[in-house]
C-alpha cells in the first residue's frame, strides 16, 4: 500500500509532481550536471503584496510589479539564480546570462497564462556606469526562488531550485507545500495599512532649485546653437523621515492612487529599495506582439472639470508640447525599423493620472522570433521621453547638468519569460530609498520654447507622486 505524505494534499497533482522530479534527478544523475527547476503551483486567491509583505522577512533581494490594465502582479524573493553586471557590454552581458540559464532550466507549470511560471526579473541603471555607492549595479538579473502571480483572479506559486544528483526530492516536495500553507494562511488578509503612514519629514525641499534652472537656461542655448533638439533635465530631492520608510505602505499607496501605472519595487536585499508609480511602458512582449507607449508632454489636473478639460486643450493644442512629444514617438518607430519591424503608431491622445495629464501614442508590432527582448531593450533605451535628440548628446549633456547619479530613475525594469515573453517599464515617478532616508527623482522635456520656471514647476509636480506617498 503507498503511504501519500500529507504535505502532497497541498499539491496539486503530487503524483506528476513526483515524478516529475524524479526524471529531473535522473538527468541529473546520468549528465552530471544540475538544473534549474521551476515548478509552478496553483494558489488559491491570494494578494501578492501582503505576501511580499509578510514572508520576505528575511529582507532578501525581492521584487514587485503590479497593474491593474489587465489586472496582474508579481511578487517574488529570494535567489535561485543571480547576476550583477557592470560595465558597458550590459545588454550582452545580461543575454549571455539568459542564455546559460535557459540551457539548465526544466519547467513544469500549470497553466499556459504568461504570468503564471519562471520570470528573469531585471532592473538596469540609467546610464552604463552607475555610481550609486554601489547600492545597485548596472544591472541585476536574478531568477526569484519564490514568486507569487496574479492574473485576474488566479494566482499561482513558482519554486525555483538547483537540482543536483544529490537532492532529496522529498525535502523539495514538503518546502514546496509547506510555502503553499504559508502563503494561503497569509492569503486574504489584504493589508489594512494604517492610513497616517508615518511623521513628518525632517527635511523636505528641493536642493538647488536655482541650478536646475540655470541647467535649463544652458541646454536652451544649447538648441539654439543646433546642439540638440531635445533633453530631458532631471532633478531630486532629499529626505530624511524621523522614523524608517515603509515601502510595503508606499506600494499600497501608489497602486490605489495611481491606477493607470506600473507600481513597482526593487530591493537589492542589503536595505535599499527603488521604487515609485510610473506611466511609462518602454515596451511589452506578448505572443510576438509588442506595444509601446511614447509619453511626453505634460500638463496638471484641473481642480475643476472646465479647468481640467481646459489644461487639457491647451495640452493638445501646443506646438512645443507637441515637439516634445513626437520626439518619443518619432524615436520609438525609427528605432523599431532599425530592428526590421514595421511598427503602427495610434492617434495622438491623453493619459490623464491623477496629479498630471500627458500626451501619448501607442506603438504596436508584431516581432519574429529571432529578434530576442533584450534586443529591442538595448535599442529603445533610452527613449528621447527621458534622455533627448539625439540621444549620445543629450546623454553627454546630462551627465554635465546634473548633479547627481541617476542610478536606478528613468531606466528600464521588467521581466522575462523562458517563452520570449517581456514587460519593460521605465523607471520614473520614483525613489530610492534606504532606513529613514529617500531620494525622490522627477524630469522635464526640454525643447525650443520651454520656460526654465514652468519646467521646475513641472518637476515639483511630477515629485509629489512619491513624496505623498512616503509621508
Ligand atoms: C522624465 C519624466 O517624465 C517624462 C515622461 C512623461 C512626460 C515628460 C515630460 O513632459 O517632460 C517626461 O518626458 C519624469 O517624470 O521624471
Not at 537656461?217 to 522614523?243: C, F, G, M, N, W
Not at 508609480?277 to 506582439?289: D, G, W
Not at 493644442?317 to 511598427?343: D, F, W
Request: charge should be positive; glycine fraction near 4%; charged fraction near 20%.
Amino acid at each position: 500500500m503507498s503511504v501519500t505524505p500529507c504535505y502532497a494534499r497541498r499539491l496539486a497533482d503530487p503524483d506528476h509532481l513526483h515524478h516529475f522530479l524524479q526524471d529531473c534527478h535522473k538527468k541529473c544523475q546520468q549528465r552530471h550536471q544540475s538544473f534549474i527547476i521551476s515548478v509552478t503551483q496553483p494558489l488559491s486567491l491570494v494578494e501578492p503584496l501582503a505576501i511580499l509583505q509578510q514572508l520576505n522577512f528575511r529582507e532578501e533581494r525581492s521584487f514587485y510589479w503590479e497593474t491593474q490594465q489587465p489586472k496582474s502582479a508579481i511578487a517574488a524573493w529570494g535567489i535561485c539564480q543571480e547576476k550583477n553586471i557592470t560595465g558597458t557590454n550590459r545588454f550582452q552581458q545580461t543575454q549571455d546570462f539568459i542564455d546559460n540559464c535557459k540551457d539548465k532550466i526544466i519547467e513544469l507549470k500549470h497553466s499556459q497564462l504568461s504570468e503564471a511560471g519562471l520570470k528573469f526579473l531585471t532592473n538596469f541603471s540609467f546610464f552604463s556606469t552607475s555610481s550609486y555607492q554601489g547600492h545597485f549595479p548596472s544591472v541585476t538579473i536574478f531568477i526569484p526562488r519564490w514568486q507569487v502571480s496574479r492574473a485576474d483572479n488566479t494566482c499561482f506559486l513558482t519554486y525555483n531550485f538547483l537540482l543536483s544528483h544529490n537532492s532529496n526530492i522529498a525535502t523539495i516536495e514538503s518546502k514546496l507545500s509547506n510555502k503553499i500553507e504559508e502563503i494561503e494562511k497569509v492569503g486574504n488578509s489584504i493589508i489594512t495599512f494604517p492610513f497616517s503612514l508615518s511623521s513628518p519629514f525632517q527635511k523636505s525641499e528641493l536642493q538647488d532649485s536655482s541650478q536646475f534652472k540655470s541647467a535649463v537656461k544652458l541646454a536652451l542655448k544649447d538648441i539654439e546653437r543646433q546642439e540638440l533638439t531635445k533633453i530631458v533635465l532631471a532633478h531630486h530631492l532629499d529626505v530624511v523621515s524621523p522614523v524608517s520608510f515603509s515601502p510595503y505602505l508606499s506600494l499600497h499607496y501608489l497602486r490605489q492612487r495611481y491606477p493607470h501605472c506600473y507600481i513597482f519595487s526593487v530591493s537589492n536585499g542589503e536595505g535599499t529599495t527603488f521604487l515609485g508609480a510610473t506611466p511609462e511602458r518602454l515596451f511589452s512582449l506578448r505572443k510576438q506582439h509588442l506595444i509601446s507607449d511614447a509619453i511626453a508632454g505634460s500638463a496638471p489636473r484641473g481642480k475643476t472639470e472646465k479647468i481640467d478639460h481646459q489644461f487639457a486643450q491647451n495640452l493638445l493644442a501646443s506646438e512645443k508640447e507637441r515637439r516634445e512629444h513626437q520626439a518619443v514617438s518619432c524615436y520609438i518607430i525609427k528605432q523599431l525599423e532599425a530592428l526590421g519591424l514595421t511598427p503602427q503608431r495610434s492617434r495622438r491622445q491623453l493619459l490623464k493620472l491623477s496629479n498630471i495629464q500627458h500626451l501619448w501614442t501607442l506603438i504596436e508590432s508584431q516581432v519574429p522570433n529571432n529578434i530576442n527582448p533584450i534586443e529591442i531593450l538595448a535599442k529603445l533605451h533610452p527613449t528621447p521621453a527621458v534622455a533627448g535628440v539625439t540621444t549620445e548628446v543629450a546623454c553627454e549633456k546630462i551627465g554635465q547638468y546634473e548633479t547627481f547619479d541617476r542610478a536606478l530613475y528613468a531606466a528600464p525594469i521588467g521581466w522575462l519569460d523562458t517563452q520570449g515573453n517581456a514587460e519593460f517599464m521605465v523607471g520614473i515617478r520614483s525613489a530610492m530609498i534606504n532606513k529613514n532616508q529617500a531620494r525622490l527623482y522627477a524630469g522635464a522635456g526640454i525643447v525650443a520654447g520651454s520656460n526654465p520656471d514652468k519646467e521646475l514647476a513641472e518637476i515639483q509636480l511630477k515629485l509629489q507622486t512619491m513624496l505623498k506617498a512616503l509621508q
